[in-house]
């Protein structure tokens, strides 16, 4: 039988089988030593169900998932990692309408105390578009693995990204348009909370919705989160973005991941670009 402490060599139970397989992450290089890996996923002209315009709000799985890596790869024994901050930050004239692999090649930064610093560049057809950090920090291991339910979505050339992210777009409220995130278990980490990627990629929406609305034309250029306590996916969890500042040439929103509870379980903002 395979415990806690076993399984834990084998992978970042953050970034779970069941993520890279809804989202068509491939490890490409790994070295557990060093503490590189290089990993890739398909982007195909997703749009923002919103507005309906490109985004690159699924490139945060990406980041997420090779930063959380090598940070996994640095934990002390008998423990695991947790995102505690994640940031992507894209040149928007490279990303207009992303539509293949991209390569996040990741590795380290510093040294490791309480937490853990990666850092990653993002290479779309032989160019670099941007990079992305992941700070980690470290839990006791001692939780009980959730099992992994079978795959229940079918992936196909007409799968939508709110297919990929479980969500919903739901009627406005205080000129607000609330995303909703749906209960989906193969969207979830191991310890049964949303996918801190998956959760990046739903704030970058809302915010960008947000900043767009009604013009549109900002592209995103960054996005920086913080994760502030575990957000679970039920009735009411949702994404809801705010414009802080839209001006002729430049965009700021922000954005919350409210759980479950009513709780804001994770920050954002987003700084676009026309």
Same mark, same amino acid.
């Given at each position: 039988?395979?415990?806690?402490?076993?399984?834990?060599?084998?992978?970042?139970?953050?970034?779970?089988?069941?993520?890279?397989?809804?989202?068509?992450?491939?490890?490409?290089?790994?070295?557990?030593?060093?503490?590189?890996?290089?990993?890739?996923?398909?982007?195909?002209?997703?749009?923002?169900?919103?507005?309906?315009?490109?985004?690159?709000?699924?490139?945060?799985?990406?980041?997420?998932?090779?930063?959380?890596?090598?940070?996994?790869?640095?934990?002390?024994?008998?423990?695991?990692?947790?995102?505690?901050?994640?940031?992507?930050?894209?040149?928007?004239?490279?990303?207009?309408?992303?539509?293949?692999?991209?390569?996040?090649?990741?590795?380290?930064?510093?040294?490791?105390?309480?937490?853990?610093?990666?850092?990653?560049?993002?290479?779309?057809?032989?160019?670099?578009?941007? =990079? +992305?950090?992941?700070?980690?920090?470290?839990?006791? !291991?001692?939780?009980?693995? $959730?099992?992994? *339910?079978?795959?229940? %979505? /079918?992936?196909?050339?007409?799968?939508?990204?709110?297919?990929?992210?479980?969500?919903?777009?739901?009627?406005?409220?205080?000129?607000?348009?609330?995303?909703?995130?749906?209960?989906?278990?193969?969207?979830?980490?191991?310890?049964?909370?949303?996918? =801190? +990627?998956?959760?990046?990629?739903?704030?970058?929406? !809302?915010?960008?919705?947000? $900043?767009?609305? *009604?013009?549109?034309? %900002? /592209?995103?250029?960054?996005?920086?989160?913080?994760?502030?306590?575990?957000?679970?996916?039920?009735?009411?969890?949702?994404?809801?973005?705010?414009?802080?500042?839209?001006?002729?040439?430049?965009?700021?929103?922000?954005?919350?991941?409210?759980?479950?509870? +009513?709780?804001?379980?994770?920050?954002?903002?987003?700084?676009?670009?026309?």
């Amino acid at each position: 039988m395979t415990g806690v402490d076993d399984r834990i060599t084998e992978y970042d139970l953050e970034t779970p089988d069941s993520i890279q397989v809804r989202f068509g992450i491939e490890c490409l290089a790994s070295d557990e030593n060093e503490a590189t890996v290089t990993f890739s996923m398909p982007m195909n002209r997703f749009r923002n169900p919103v507005t309906g315009v490109p985004t690159i709000g699924p490139l945060a799985v990406l980041v997420d998932a090779a930063g959380g890596m090598v940070n996994h790869y640095r934990r002390p024994n008998g423990q695991w990692t947790v995102s505690s901050e994640l940031s992507v930050e894209i040149s928007p004239d490279d990303t207009g309408d992303l539509d293949g692999p991209v390569i996040a090649s990741a590795r380290t930064l510093g040294s490791t105390g309480a937490t853990s610093l990666s850092i990653c560049t993002l290479t779309y057809r032989g160019t670099i578009i941007g =990079g +992305g950090t992941v700070r980690s920090f470290f839990i006791p !291991a001692d939780g009980v693995l $959730i099992k992994r *339910p079978p795959e229940t %979505l /079918r992936r196909s050339a007409e799968t939508t990204l709110s297919d990929l992210m479980a969500l919903e777009v739901r009627p406005k409220a205080d000129g607000q348009v609330p995303l909703g995130q749906l209960v989906d278990p193969n969207l979830n980490n191991d310890i049964g909370i949303v996918h =801190g +990627g998956v959760a990046a990629a739903g704030l970058e929406l !809302a915010a960008s919705a947000a $900043i767009n609305s *009604p013009d549109g034309g %900002l /592209r995103t250029g960054s996005l920086r989160v913080n994760f502030l306590r575990p957000f679970f996916a039920g009735a009411q969890s949702r994404y809801v973005g705010a414009p802080l500042r839209v001006g002729r040439n430049t965009g700021v929103g922000d954005a919350q991941a409210i759980g479950d509870d +009513g709780k804001v379980a994770i920050t954002a903002r987003v700084t676009a670009y026309r």
